[in-house]
């Protein structure tokens, strides 16, 4: 019934819980939403998260790719964030491409994580002008509850921090590039703690 009511009039209902000091979900005002979050958890991606934020749930994972760096910034390498926002999620998405809102939120996520230089993509370049790595991070959600982009980000960065780069060696004479798995470097951390 509640829901009936927070369609045909959101802002009384809205305003019901504000005059009540409460939330919908039933939290105080400045009572934070559960968090709970695991690392590593997607074997088939290089680093990996999965965030439960009350409760939206979000799973992010990150694989590696090599690739040329840009003409006009030859000495960086690469973030592509891509958000989904399945029907699973909420009854608000449909199957097919992705809506303009999942496109809207993974504009968000990557400028925020761009602009905060938590990664300095510079750190992802291995030879300027040649080789430098793509990190596509892959972020599905699950279950949309509020605090998206939240969840979002939290799941992100906690892929970064557990992620580790291969060693790459290239060869001048005979260009052959070879990437050893085995030997791995932890990125690069510029997180404030």
Do not use: F, Q
């Given at each position: 019934m509640s829901e009936i009511y927070k369609l045909i009039h959101p802002v009384k209902y809205f305003n019901d819980y504000i005059s009540r000091n409460v939330r919908p979900d039933g939290r105080n005002f400045y009572?934070?939403?559960n968090?709970?979050?695991?690392?590593?958890s997607i074997q088939a991606a290089e680093a990996?998260?999965?965030?439960?934020?009350?409760?939206?749930?979000?799973i992010c994972g990150i694989k590696l790719e090599l690739a040329t760096p840009k003409a006009e910034d030859p000495d960086a390498g690469f973030l592509v964030t891509n958000v989904e926002l399945?029907?699973?999620c909420s009854s608000k998405f449909r199957p097919g491409p992705p809506s303009d809102y999942a496109q809207v939120i993974s504009n968000i996520v990557s400028d925020i994580v761009i602009n905060s230089q938590c990664v300095?993509?510079?750190?992802?370049?291995?030879?300027s002008d040649k080789f430098a790595w793509v990190l596509y991070c892959d972020i599905v959600?699950?279950?949309?509850?509020?605090?998206?982009?939240?969840?979002?980000?939290?799941?992100l960065i906690s892929s970064l921090k557990t992620l580790s780069l291969p060693t790459v060696?290239?060869?001048?004479e005979t260009e052959n590039i070879?990437?050893?798995?085995k030997v791995r470097t932890p990125l690069k951390e510029y997180f404030v703690n």
């Open positions: 009572e934070h939403r968090i709970k979050l695991n690392v590593n990996s998260a999965v965030v439960k934020c009350g409760n939206t749930t979000v399945l029907p699973l300095d993509l510079k750190d992802l370049c291995i030879i959600c699950i279950d949309n509850d509020g605090s998206l982009v939240d969840a979002c980000i939290m799941a060696s290239y060869d001048e070879k990437v050893d798995t």
